[in-house]
């Protein structure tokens, strides 16, 4: 039960700041000695469910329009969402195109700390972007410039890159501000999300839930990460108004090279 309460906070925490969850659940898997990638599966799905949910609660004011026909007469409100899809085209290609590459990468910690290093580099120089100023926001952004955010996150699919990180990044190189691109980022999250969830939950639902699987204590799991992704993304958009992605990045180089100093003593 402790080992799923530090990976439910774990992933509540990371999935929305720049840190990259997929890269902390790999590495926190390891060190735990988590092994069966079975049930591994079935507990991430879990997880980012959790965290799906934490991020529609908290946008709740700008998906509630999209269930009333009124809001779908607002141009305003259609745009956004053509921006949310041209920029999911490019995300779910990567993401179906590169599937076994990525998977590959899981199981290998060093290259999860060299991409997490990438995170930080990305997030640095983004950090000095910021100071440029905005010339758009998520209302008049570009139809290319979404699509380069799409990019951004398709490519986040690695573990160690982190999806929030590389899409806040990419908005604010596009002209966005550390708010706009954040708000921008976790919009796209539900599509992207959402639907990498649905495929992976397809695949348990032909082949059933492993034996060894303790589904209760999964459930225990996602809701933690649900709470603490939800405060999370409160502390994230209020650090942002600050433009101050320069002190996560500092975070992901320690940790980066503190876990390949790790990994390599544990190894010799």
């Known amino acids: 039960m402790l080992e799923v309460i530090i990976l439910g906070f774990v992933q509540g925490l990371t999935e929305f700041l720049p840190v990259s969850s997929s890269g902390h659940l790999t590495l926190v898997q390891v060190f735990f000695n988590w092994k069966n990638p079975e049930t591994n599966l079935v507990f991430d799905i879990i997880l980012h ?22 809001g779908w007469k607002d141009p305003t409100r259609r745009r956004l969402a053509l921006m949310v899809v041209a920029a999911s085209v490019p995300t779910a290609a990567i993401g179906i195109g590169f599937k076994k590459t990525f998977e590959a990468m899981f199981a290998s910690p060093p290259t999860v700390c ?25 209302q008049t952004i570009s139809p290319l410039k979404a699509i380069i955010v799409g990019i951004f996150q398709g490519i986040a ?10 899409t806040i990044s990419s908005g604010i190189f596009c002209g966005l501000s550390g708010v706009e691109s954040a708000r921008f980022s976790f919009l796209l999250m539900i ?8 495929l ?3 695949k348990i639902f032909v ?12 459930i225990v799991g996602g809701i933690v990460a649900m709470i603490t992704g939800f ?12 433009q101050r992605l320069r002190y996560f990045s500092y975070y992901l180089a320690i940790v980066s090279s503190c876990s390949w100093v790790a990994l390599t003593f544990f190894r010799s």
């Open 114 to 138: 060299l991409f997490l290093m990438v995170t930080a580099i990305l997030l640095f120089i983004a950090d000095k972007f910021a100071k440029r100023g905005e010339t758009c926001d998520i």
């Open 231 to 242: 405060m999370a993304l409160r502390f994230l958009m209020a650090f942002l108004k600050e």
């Open 49 to 70: 469910f959790g965290t799906l949910l934490a991020v529609i609660w908290f946008f709740r004011k700008d998906l509630l329009p999209y269930f009333t026909i009124s």
């Open 200 to 202: 992976e939950a397809k």
């Open 191 to 198: 599509p992207a999300v959402g639907g990498a969830t649905l």
């Open 157 to 166: 699919v690695a573990p160690g890159i982190s999806r929030s990180g590389a």
């Open 207 to 218: 082949s059933g839930l492993p034996a060894d699987i303790n589904l209760e204590m999964a």
